[in-house]
Nanobody, 120 residues
Framework: VQLQASGGGSVQPGGSLRLSCAAS????????MGWYRQVPGKQRELVAI???????NYADSVNGRFTISRDNAKKMVFLQMNSLKPEDTAVYYC???????????????WGQGTQVTVSS
């Protein structure tokens, strides 16, 4: 199983970016999917999470600015980021809890990370 993230980049404060993450491999079921971010010297923190039923939860710092969504048929998760602030600068990682074919266990997988830089 692999998660491939894309869509990071540099943007000015107030701008927008859309992150995408695609899961591939011998996948039976994808449960929760989410986005996390990390800056040097700090712990990785949850940004947003979406369940298989599309219930969502957001960090207080991004609530109202970011929107997480998923396409179950394409095995993808997205993060629309609006009104970006310099403090949103971080490496963003996608995460998915996946059951592979032939297994009953859900395992957490991570994407490779994509850099988001918000600066004037």
């Amino acid at each position: 199983v692999q998660l491939q993230a894309s869509g990071g980049g540099s943007v000015q404060p107030g701008g927008s970016l859309r992150l995408s993450c695609a899961a591939s491999g011998s996948i039976s079921t994808i449960n929760n999917m989410g986005w996390y971010r990390q800056v040097p010297g700090k712990q990785r923190e949850l940004v947003a999470i979406i369940t298989s039923g599309r219930s969502t939860n957001y960090a207080d710092s991004v609530n109202g600015r970011f929107t997480i969504s998923r396409d179950n048929a394409k095995k993808m998760v997205f993060l629309q980021m609006n009104s970006l602030k310099p403090e949103d600068t971080a490496v963003y990682y996608c995460n998915a809890n996946i059951i592979v074919h032939g297994s009953i266990w859900s395992v957490a997988y991570w994407g490779q990370g994509t850099q988001v830089t918000v600066s004037s």
